[in-house]
């Protein structure tokens, strides 16, 4: 019995399965890591932006210009940012743009304190790879991440 059920599971788990898993738990743990190091630093607001084949952690106000390297990311050469192909073979991520605040808030703009945006709506970013997909979500206010 064993064997014929690690023959069928084994049979019926692809690596693009995988890659998918794999991909959106790293995007999903890259997400807290940015939001603890707002909690942790508090000094400055931190996020994360994905925008066309790449995404990046950034501290600051301006996504652009303010990149951070995360912990345990691919990427290639010098820079700062990450290549969604690096993901996995055909994994792409939706374009978002998330804040945090020193309480772990999220927001989708942040200028300041008192100029900004808080998420108010449920975040969904997906994670792709051709014929399926995975979401993962924010919520508003706790900055829960699942």
Do not use: H
Not at 13 to 25: K, N, Y
Not at 83 to 103: M, Y
Not at 115 to 136: E, F, H, K, Y
């Amino acid at each position: 019995m064993s064997i014929l059920a690690a023959t069928l599971l084994g049979r019926s788990v692809t690596t693009t399965d995988l890659d998918l898993s794999s991909a959106t738990d790293k995007v999903r743990n890259q997400l807290r890591f940015a939001q603890a190091e707002a909690m942790k630093r508090s000094d400055t607001v931190w996020g994360v932006n994905s925008f066309g084949t790449e995404y990046w952690l950034f501290r600051n106000t301006t996504a652009i210009g303010n990149e951070v390297r995360i912990p345990g990311g691919d990427y290639p050469g010098a820079g700062n940012r990450i290549n969604e192909a690096d993901l996995g073979a055909g994994v792409t991520l939706s374009d978002f743009t998330v804040f945090f605040d020193r309480i772990g808030k999220p927001y989708t703009a942040y200028t300041s304190p008192t100029v900004n945006t808080p998420l108010d709506i449920q975040m969904p970013i997906t994670v792709s790879v051709p014929g399926d997909n995975r979401t993962i979500t924010i919520i508003p206010e706790t900055g829960l991440i699942r």
